[in-house]
């Protein structure tokens, strides 16, 4: 069935550090991909997505490139800030019009130190 | 997307409703319960009023759509297996792909 594995957390790095986050997927048809970001406390935002082989999401300074050939949606960022300590949720969305579903992988926990 | 409470505490058999409210006028609205280690999860989705239909793990709750807007989960006689984090997503049209989310529930059985 579809589903998506994302690396294990917590990913532990200093302000300023180069940041990537593997997330791989399994899925029939051409999903559409998607990282979420959940701040403390808070409830899940939408990061960035992609809609076909290829495309480049960003946003804040994070971007994720959909692979097709290695079925792969890695986000990274050049260099990372205190305040973007998160748990941060690879995810992909099968099927069409009512039947479509949001599958999530595990979530990875980043801690950025000063 | 808003839901209220934000956080409760339940004795086992406390029946409590979950309240989530979207004033985005969308058509589909969803629950899920977030776990440590299993990410989240689908409990129910709606398609519009009156139509709902199960997901993943729908085992001890219920839903109701009798108003767009509003999309309550009902657990009708909670269990420590529930203690979970909830969250509500709603989505636009039918084509529309990106799910909105509300900032959760924090729900602890005892």
């Known amino acids: 069935g579809d589903s998506v594995t994302q690396m294990e957390g917590p990913v532990t790095l200093s302000e300023e550090a180069f940041l990537t986050i593997n997330c791989t997927y399994t899925a029939t048809g051409y999903p559409s991909l998607f990282w979420y970001v959940q701040y403390p406390g808070e409830g899940l935002q939408l990061l960035l997505k992609a809609t076909k082989a290829d495309d480049k999401g960003s946003n804040k300074g994070f971007e994720a490139t959909y692979r097709k050939e290695t079925t792969s949606f890695h986000l990274e960022k050049g260099s990372v800030q205190v305040s973007d300590s998160a748990v941060y949720f690879c995810?992909?969305?099968?099927?069409?019009?009512?039947?479509?579903?949001?599958?999530f992988g595990t979530g990875t926990l980043l801690a950025v130190q000063p | 997307v808003t839901q209220t409470p934000k956080f409760r505490i339940l004795k086992i058999g406390q029946s409590m409703t979950l309240q989530c409210t979207q004033d985005m006028n969308h058509n589909y609205m969803y629950w899920y319960r977030q776990d440590p280690g299993l990410g989240l999860r689908q409990i129910y989705y709606s398609m519009n009023v009156e139509v709902t239909d199960k997901g993943d793990v729908p085992e001890g709750y219920k839903v109701s759509r009798k108003e767009k807007r509003n999309f309550p989960l009902i657990l009708e006689s909670p269990s420590p297996n529930q203690t979970a984090l909830y969250f509500c997503?709603?989505?636009?049209?039918?084509?529309?792909?990106?799910?909105?989310f509300g900032a959760g529930t924090r729900l602890s059985v005892l």
């Open positions: 997503a709603s989505r636009g049209g039918q084509y529309e792909n990106i799910q909105y």
């Open positions: 995810a992909l969305s099968v099927g069409g019009g009512a039947t479509n579903k949001l599958i």
